[in-house]
C-alpha cells in the first residue's frame, strides 16, 4: 500500500475574527466555510463563538482559530477579549439592510482598538447576495465607495478587500477566507521584514 501522507513544508496558525451587526450572516459564514451548511433559522452568539479549521495549500498547512463575535449591543463589554492576537478579520454587513454597512465604521474601530494595533488585514464582505434587490439593497459602488475610505484612512499599512458573498448558496466563502489567508501571510512578510 502506498503511503498517501503529503509532506507539510510549513504550518501557519492564525486567529481571525468575523465582526459586524447581529444577524448578517456571520455565523452561517463560518459555518459554510467548514462544511457544515446552511441553516435559515437565526440564533443568537452569546458573547462569542469559536471553532478551529485545518487546510492544506500546496505544501503550507493553514490552521484557523475562528472567533465569530456577537453582534447585539448587549456584549460590548465582552468582546474586547476575543479580538486579542487577531491576524485578520471578515467585517461583514447584510446588503438587504443598508444600516448594517452603515455601522461597520464602529466596528472596525472596535477591531483597531482591540488588537492593539493599526488594524490587521481585513476583508469587507457584503453577505446576503441571495437576497440583493435592485434599489433597496447597498449597491457595490456604494460599499466599493466605503472600501476606498478605508484604503485611504489606513494607506498602505495592510490590505483591505472586498467580496461579495451569500451564506446560504455557498457564493464566495471560501474565496473570502483565502483572500483574507493571503493578505495575512503578505502583512506577516511585511513586518517581519522590518
Do not use: C, H
Not at 475562528?66 to 448587549?74: E, F, S, V
Amino acid at each position: 500500500m502506498k503511503n498517501l501522507a503529503v509532506k507539510v513544508e510549513r504550518t501557519f496558525v492564525f486567529k481571525i475574527v468575523l465582526i459586524g451587526d447581529g444577524a448578517v450572516g456571520k455565523t452561517s459564514i463560518r459555518k459554510r466555510y467548514m462544511g457544515q451548511g446552511f441553516k435559515s433559522e437565526y440564533l443568537n452568539t452569546v458573547g462569542a463563538d469559536f471553532a478551529y479549521y485545518s487546510e492544506k495549500v500546496g505544501d503550507t498547512l493553514y490552521k484557523y482559530a475562528i472567533w465569530d463575535l456577537a453582534g447585539q449591543p448587549k456584549f460590548t463589554n465582552v468582546r474586547p477579549l476575543f479580538y486579542q492576537g487577531a491576524f485578520g478579520a471578515l467585517v461583514v454587513f447584510d446588503v438587504s439592510r443598508p444600516e448594517t454597512l452603515k455601522n461597520l465604521d464602529f466596528w472596525i474601530n472596535e477591531l483597531v482598538k482591540n488588537t492593539r494595533t493599526e488594524g490587521v488585514p481585513m476583508i469587507i464582505v457584503a453577505n446576503k447576495m441571495d437576497l440583493y434587490e435592485e434599489g433597496k439593497s447597498v449597491s457595490r459602488e456604494e460599499a466599493m465607495k466605503y472600501v476606498e475610505k478605508l484604503r485611504e484612512r489606513f494607506g498602505d499599512e495592510f490590505q483591505i478587500g472586498y467580496i461579495e458573498t451569500s451564506a446560504k448558496t455557498g457564493m464566495n466563502i471560501k474565496e473570502a477566507f483565502s483572500m483574507l489567508r493571503d493578505y495575512i501571510v503578505e502583512w506577516q512578510d511585511k513586518i517581519s521584514s522590518f
